[in-house]
């Protein structure tokens, strides 16, 4: 569905109001203020606010965006609990960047306007995390959960319209007791299945239910891990695996099932957002959860001094997004000595009878931005790649005249200047 804008009569999206571009306290736009004085700096650059991609507007199913920061997390393998090393400030700088840039826009708000076609206030949005690693595995975090949902109020949209969901787990013990949020976890403890909804499969015929938090949204936003799982990397598409109601049955011919199911309408014709967390990035997920990611010019060590994946991936098309989370998975691979995968339903999927999207090979090159030896590099891809660095006061300084001007939402300041305090 494509956003249609000024003619009379036609669809009009939701938009921000230039309240909301301001909104803030005047209290907090104070405390901001002081900390951001002190210093002329000038018009910086800061990676990801203002990146310019190859267009402007909408972004197009080619684009993604891979941002990495050092000091995401510190995680040194000594345990199990890496929960407790990712950094939230951190997490929700990336996020906001990531949309930006993903966009084109400054702005959050104007980032989620492109993004949330025809979103109107009331509509419901189904935010599905990865949460296919049992009890103490790297499951997904709540921060990258937390980043969104509060990504998406800061948009204007009311917490009892939001619900997250993996319908075919349930929520690990830790992972409960660590959610701070006011907005609903839907697993397969509290699930309803909505049998008006359904999906044949036909490499199997077997017909299956989608969850009514899946049918009854009016957006979606897919939010994977980086991971390996068994013969074929794990990202957007096979995370749907936890969106209708029997995965075991999908594992038979899994590589057809995949592509029925992403070709659903409930799954490509909601999706208005992917999202890849690669704190940790696991190479084979179910035989080495918590295995360390070998060190390369790809991966190098980080401030933990352990070999540094710390990265977010964004992109709106599932297999522009699992291309290239298949090439980065191999290149791991590579430097164990592995076979490579050739994540044969990816080539499914972009063509016929699915045509979901634009299948890219990378090829690996020298890193201009310099926080890696190297990247990757696409040929029929709009791939976007960057660093964040640590937090200054010269980038706050920057960001708070672009705050005042009403460039950005407050809470892009606030991530910043959270960082900074925090030493990120």
């Given at each position: 569905m494509t956003k249609k804008r000024c003619c009379k009569g036609e669809e009009q999206g939701y938009k921000p109001t230039p309240e909301q571009l301001l909104q803030y306290s005047r209290r907090d736009f104070l405390k901001l203020s002081a900390l951001a004085a002190g210093g002329?700096?000038?018009?910086?650059?800061?990676?990801?606010?203002?990146?310019?991609?190859?267009?402007?507007?909408?972004?197009?199913?080619?684009?993604?965006?891979?941002?990495?920061?050092?000091?995401l997390q510190d995680w040194n393998f000594s345990s199990y609990d890496f929960w407790n090393h990712v950094k939230l400030p951190v997490m929700e700088d990336l996020f906001a960047r990531g949309l930006c840039s993903l966009t084109g826009k400054t702005?959050?708000?104007?980032?989620?306007?492109?993004?949330?076609?025809?979103?109107?206030?009331?509509?419901?949005?189904?935010?599905?995390?990865?949460?296919?690693?049992?009890?103490?595995?790297?499951?997904?975090?709540?921060e990258m959960?937390?980043?969104?949902?509060?990504?998406?109020?800061?948009?204007?949209?009311?917490?009892?319209?939001?619900?997250?969901?993996?319908?075919?787990?349930?929520?690990?013990?830790?992972?409960?007791?660590?959610?701070?949020?006011?907005?609903?976890?839907?697993?397969?403890?509290?699930?309803?299945?909505?049998?008006?909804?359904?999906?044949?499969?036909?490499?199997?015929?077997?017909?299956?239910?989608?969850?009514?938090?899946?049918?009854?949204?009016?957006?979606l936003i897919n939010v994977g891990l980086q991971k390996g799982h068994k013969s074929y990397v794990t990202a957007s598409m096979k995370n749907h695996f936890g969106s209708q109601e029997d995965p075991v049955d999908l594992h038979i011919s899994r590589f057809d099932n995949i592509c029925?199911?992403?070709?659903?309408?409930?799954?490509?014709?909601?999706?208005?957002?992917?999202?890849?967390?690669?704190n940790y990035m696991t190479w084979h997920h179910e035989g080495h959860p918590f295995e360390k990611t070998h060190a390369t010019d790809l991966f190098p060590a980080g401030p933990s001094g352990h070999s540094s994946p710390n990265f977010m991936m964004f992109g709106t098309n599932m297999v522009a997004m699992d291309s290239i989370l298949g090439d980065i998975q191999n290149y791991e691979r590579a430097a164990r000595g592995e076979y490579l995968w050739p994540n044969e339903y990816i080539d499914m999927a972009a063509t016929a009878p699915y045509n979901l999207g634009p299948r890219g090979n990378g090829q690996i090159v020298s890193n201009a931005a310099g926080w890696s030896d190297v990247d990757l590099s696409y040929s029929n891809l709009d791939y976007i790649s960057f660093d964040v660095p640590e937090a200054t006061r010269a980038e706050i300084d920057a960001l708070s005249l672009r705050f005042k001007n009403g460039e950005i939402h407050g809470s892009q300041l606030q991530h910043l200047i959270q960082r900074y305090g925090d030493r990120l």
């Open positions: 002329a700096f000038g018009y910086l650059s800061l990676p990801g606010i203002g990146v310019v991609p190859s267009a402007w507007g909408a972004p197009p199913s080619d684009r993604v965006v891979r941002i990495h920061a050092g000091t702005n959050v708000l104007n980032a989620w306007q492109d993004l949330l076609v025809g979103y109107q206030p009331g509509h419901k949005i189904a935010i599905k995390l990865n949460m296919n690693s049992y009890d103490y595995n790297c499951n997904q975090t709540c959960a937390y980043a969104v949902i509060e990504s998406l109020k800061v948009f204007g949209v009311a917490t009892d319209d939001m619900k997250v969901f993996d319908v075919v787990r349930r929520w690990p013990t830790y992972w409960r007791d660590r959610w701070n949020s006011d907005v609903e976890l839907i697993n397969q403890d509290n699930n309803e299945w909505d049998d008006n909804a359904t999906i044949y499969f036909p490499a199997i015929s077997t017909t299956h239910r989608f969850p009514s938090v899946l049918s009854q949204a009016d957006h029925t199911l992403a070709a659903a309408g409930h799954i490509v014709g909601k999706t208005r957002l992917i999202v890849i967390e690669g």
